[in-house]
């Protein structure tokens, strides 16, 4: 069993920056690839971006490519979204979530989730 808590949402302007974190408790950390997705209200979830195990590869949407950094710190068993230039579109509620396996990009196939945070962009 993983337990993931989101942290570090809140209320931004266009243009701005926040970073998410994402503490894990439970089973290793480092066994699971870990990924972001959001949800804006009246939407499916949304797949952000990847990190796999070790940290060393990353994959990311076309929509935040460029904009978005993941990150992870097994040490302190803590996964990180940077969210720079931050567009009003972008304002969803952000879950991270723990892979056992391969990657993948459809949120019901990850093992575990968090409970979001609240990201709202304002123009």
């Known amino acids: 069993q993983v337990q993931l808590v989101e942290s570090g949402g809140g209320l931004v302007q266009a243009g701005g920056s926040l970073r998410l974190s994402c503490a894990a408790s439970?089973?290793?950390?480092?066994?699971?690839?870990m990924g972001w997705f959001r949800q804006a209200p009246g939407k499916e979830h949304e797949f952000v971006g990847y990190?796999?195990?070790?940290?060393?590869?990353?994959i990311y949407a076309d929509s935040v490519k460029g904009r978005f950094t993941i990150s992870r710190d097994n040490a302190k068993n803590t996964v990180y979204l940077q969210m720079n230039n931050l567009k009003p579109e972008d304002t969803a509620v952000y879950y991270c979530?723990?892979?056992?396996?391969?990657?993948?990009?459809?949120?019901?196939?990850?093992?575990?989730w968090g409970q979001g945070t609240q990201v709202t962009v304002s123009s």
């Open positions: 979530a723990a892979k056992s396996t391969s990657y993948s990009t459809r949120y019901y196939e990850y093992d575990y």
């Open positions: 439970g089973r290793a950390f480092s066994m699971y690839g």
């Open positions: 990190i796999i195990r070790s940290g060393g590869s990353t």
